[in-house]
Structure formats: structure tokens, C-alpha cells
């Protein structure tokens, strides 16, 4: 504080710079700054507002607002308005940065209507926009600044509307489902999707029908964000209603709805939409078709997959969502298209590969499977690993050689894989592995069944054998009856 005093504009400056984050107590000497009407050194004015802004529960807050009038001018009332995102609880900085919004709004509702009137044009800049960006981050800085946000949606410039649909997304308020499909609606369609998926968790059943109604009769970016949503969201697409407004969406005139239609009824996996997907797989938009064909993958009709591998022969590129459905098509000539993509010096058409690989029932798909998660220098063995749970019955057969490995690493490793693996056979393996010689493999057991089961026996790997034999029969009575082995 008593650096203030000193001659050297430096040091005056240094010394409001250690009074950023003070106790609210201290803010007298950064106001007195401020209060002078006759101030020299504009770098001590400038942080003596950002000063008074980091004070401690937001006291100089009020300082800020009652010195933003007497402003020199508009560089430094930008400057005060940015201080006042580090008042954060100060209430007479937050109905100044509310007021302004307000006027920021007033102003460009009049510039939007002249320009709807063919009157004179409106200035680059209204004065009461002037401050709006500001505004802006500081209500995005602060906790309290979320219903100004909220009323920011009403923007209509796209820039800055978006700026706050971001900047809400970081809090998702409760209630904010409707005012945020507003804003969504008013924006770019290409926007939509990207700025749609940060708000997937703000919907809730109860938004069902809002979400219905805006597919059905929204306008294009409005469409698009129901569908974008609902895509994300597939339990919100459960009701008869919604399901059927999607199908409705597949022969949507934008392309984007198409597109997120169909993704959304595959993550629904609605067999009835079969027909309309099946249709989508010759849609001019590639993005549609592979959505499709990823749908049909995820609804598991092996006729449907079929017209799938024939239609992608029209794809100028063939991704990832292609080839499930060539795996489930599970054809010689598909099979192996799956096992030389695996070879391929391209890792997404690898990545592809191991993805088809894993829906298809072929025996040479899955001897491809086990032969890259053996080879410990496979790039591709986690993938393999992912993979195979998919496989079923068959990769607990296949697996069944690595149980007997004498190498305790092989038997967990294996035993990691059957506990991703919900059937019968898996969960009798791993209750045989309880009693492994080995603490470690005993442990990999244990939490295979606690992983298939989401319950715990507490069975000790390190116990004693009676102690490990009487858990283990709990184990036995806590399996669902779905997975005891026979």
C-alpha cells in the first residue's frame, strides 16, 4: 500500500498489481486511484480497475460500476466492464453488466428493424453494441452471470449468439432446454450439429415432445438440432411418437436431417425403420448413406447389411461405418475384404477392418482376431481386445488355450477379455479361475465377475483357500440366472 505513494510510475504500478486477489478491505487505495479526476498515468488507471475487479468476494465490484459513468471514455469503460468478470457475487457490477445487455439488445433490435424497413442503413457499430462483447466475458467469467447469458441467446448476431451458447454449455442450467432450441433454430445449419452436441445432457425425457415438435415443423437449423440431438440422445427416442417423427425425418429435404435421422434410429435400433434406412443406403448425400449403413449395422438385420455391402460400391470412400455392416453381410467375399483391410498400410481402413471383423460370425474372422492379439507387436492388439468380447460364445472358445498358458499374464489377459464378455460360458470360466494358483490371475477373475455382475462378493485373492472357497460360493449365488454356467 505504501508503494502507492511512490514517485515512479513502475512502482506505482507494481504495487496494484500485488493488490489483485486482496482481502475486499484493501480496495480504498485502488478507488482513490480511480476517484482522481486528474489522472496522469493511464498504465496505474488500468490496473487499478483490474485491481478492484480480483478483489476478494467482488468488492471493489462496485467500485467498477460506480466509477464506469465517469469514464474517460469508451477504451476505458471496455476495460471497467472486463474487470467486473473477477467480481464475481457483486451485485451492483452484475446489474450494470445486465443493463447494458439490455440496452445491447434494444440497440440491435433497431438496427435489424431498419435494415427489415429498407431505411437508412444502420452504422457499422450502434453505440449501445459498443460494450456487448465485454459484456459478454465478463457474464461468462462469473457464476452469477448465467440468466444474462441466457437472455444473450436472444442475440441475433450469430457470432456473438453462439459465443453464449457456448459459454451456457459449460454451465447447462436447468431449464434452459427451451431457450437453448431457440437459439439453436436461429443459427447456420452447418453450425447446428457441432453446438447441438454440447447440450445433449440438458435434455431429459420431459423434452420428448418439444424436440418431436421442432423435428416435425422447425425450420431447417431448428431440424437439424432436434435430430442432432435425439442422435446423441437415443433413450430419448423410446416413445412410439418420436420414433415415428424420425422415420418422418428420413425424407427430410435438408441432407443434414437425413443424416442425423438415420443415426438416431441406429442408435435407437428401431427395426421398424429398416425400410426407410434400407432407402437412405442410396441417398445422394455420402454422409446419409454411411449413417444408414452404420444403422443398419446397429439393428443387426443380416438382409439389410447385405443391401448395405452392395450399395457401398456407389461410396467414393468407404469409412468406418461401412464395415460393421460388412462383417454382420458375413459373406466369404466380405470376410475377406475385412481380414486385408487389417493389413492395410492406411490405419483407419485397419481400424475399419478390426471393426467388421468383430461383427462377423465367419471362423476365419475370428481366427483374424485372435492371431493380432496374440502378436504382442501388433499396433492393432487393443483393438483386437475390444474386438472380441463382440464375438461371443465363440472367443470364450477361442480364448480357452490362453487358460491353460503357464504364463500367469496370459491367463489374466485372457480372463480381461471374459469380463467384457456377458454370457454363461465366460462367467464359468472365470468362477474356475478363482481357484488359479496365481493371486494375481485369481484377482483378474474376481474382477471380471464384479464387472459382468456390477456386484461384489468380497472375495480376497490373497486369502486363505477356505476363506477364497466360501467366497467363491457367493459368488455362484450372486450370478444372475443368466449367466449361470449349466
Not at 480357452?400 to 454363461?424: E, M
Request: aromatic fraction near 4%.
Amino acid at each position: 500500500t505504501r508503494l502507492l505513494a511512490a514517485v515512479r510510475r513502475p512502482l506505482r504500478a507494481s504495487a496494484l498489481l500485488g493488490l489483485h486477489g486482496a482481502p475486499g478491505e484493501t480496495g480504498a487505495e485502488p478507488a482513490k486511484r480511480l476517484a482522481a479526476e486528474q489522472e496522469p498515468e493511464a498504465l496505474v488507471r488500468a490496473h487499478a480497475l483490474v485491481a478492484l475487479g480480483s478483489l476478494n468476494g467482488g468488492k471493489g465490484g462496485a467500485a467498477l460500476a460506480a466509477w464506469f459513468d465517469a469514464a474517460p471514455g469508451l477504451a476505458w469503460r471496455r476495460l471497467a466492464v472486463l474487470s467486473m468478470a473477477q467480481a464475481d457475487g457483486d451485485p451492483a457490477s452484475l446489474a450494470l453488466l445486465k443493463d447494458l445487455l439490455e440496452k445491447a439488445l434494444a440497440a440491435e433490435s433497431a438496427a435489424w428493424s431498419m435494415k427489415a424497413e429498407d431505411e437508412a442503413p444502420a452504422p457499422a457499430m450502434p453505440a449501445g453494441l459498443q460494450l456487448l462483447r465485454p459484456v459478454l466475458y465478463a457474464l461468462a467469467a462469473r457464476d452469477d452471470g448465467t440468466p444474462g447469458l441466457l437472455r444473450a441467446l436472444e442475440l441475433k448476431n450469430l457470432e456473438l449468439r453462439e459465443f453464449a451458447l457456448r459459454a451456457v454449455a459449460q454451465r447447462r442450467p436447468p431449464q434452459c432446454a427451451a431457450a437453448v432450441l431457440t437459439a439453436l433454430s436461429g443459427l447456420e445449419r452447418i453450425d447446428v450439429p457441432d453446438l447441438a452436441r454440447l447440450f445433449e445432457a440438458v435434455f431429459g425425457p420431459e423434452h420428448a415432445p418439444m424436440l418431436r415438435e421442432l423435428l416435425a415443423k422447425g425450420n431447417d437449423a431448428g431440424r437439424v438440432a432436434a435430430a442432432s440431438i435425439l442422435a446423441q440422445r437415443p433413450d430419448l427416442a423410446g416413445d412410439p411418437a418420436t420414433l415415428q417423427a424420425l422415420v418422418s425425418a428420413c425424407s427430410d429435404l435438408s441432407s443434414l436431417v437425413r443424416a442425423r435421422a438415420a443415426k438416431a434410429l441406429g442408435r435407437a435400433r428401431h427395426a421398424e425403420a429398416l425400410p426407410d434406412l434400407t432407402a437412405l443406403l442410396l441417398d445422394t448425400d455420402p454422409e446419409t448413406c454411411a449413417n444408414a449403413a452404420e444403422a443398419v449395422a446397429r439393428i443387426g438385420d443380416r438382409e439389410a447389411c447385405a443391401r448395405a455391402v452392395v450399395a457401398s460400391t456407389r461410396a467414393f470412400r468407404r469409412d468406418i461405418r461401412w464395415y460393421r455392416a460388412f462383417g454382420i453381410a458375413a459373406g466369404e467375399t466380405e470376410a475377406e475384404s475385412l481380414i486385408k483391410l487389417t493389413a492395410s498400410d492406411v490405419w483407419t481402413d485397419r481400424y475399419a477392418g478390426i471393426a467388421g471383423l468383430a461383427a462377423c460370425a465367419r471362423p476365419e474372422a475370428l481366427a483374424r482376431l485372435l492371431e493380432i492379439y496374440h502378436d504382442p507387436d501388433s499396433p492393432l492388439r487393443t483393438l483386437a481386445f475390444r474386438a472380441l468380447p463382440e464375438q461371443g460364445e465363440a472367443a470364450v472358445a477361442g480364448l480357452a488355450p490362453d487358460l491353460q498358458d503357464p504364463k500367469p499374464a496370459v491367463r489374466a489377459q485372457a480372463l480381461h477379455v471374459l469380463g467384457r464378455l456377458p454370457s454363461p460360458a465366460s462367467a464359468k470360466r472365470l468362477l474356475q479361475a478363482l481357484d488359479d494358483e496365481d493371486p494375481g490371475v485369481r484377482a483378474m477373475a474376481d474382477w471380471g465377475l464384479r464387472s459382468l455382475t456390477g456386484k461384489d462378493a468380497g472375495y480376497d485373492p490373497a486369502g486363505e483357500p477356505a476363506a477364497r472357497a466360501e467366497a467363491s460360493n457367493r459368488w455362484r449365488g450372486l450370478l444372475p440366472a443368466a449367466l449361470r454356467a449349466p
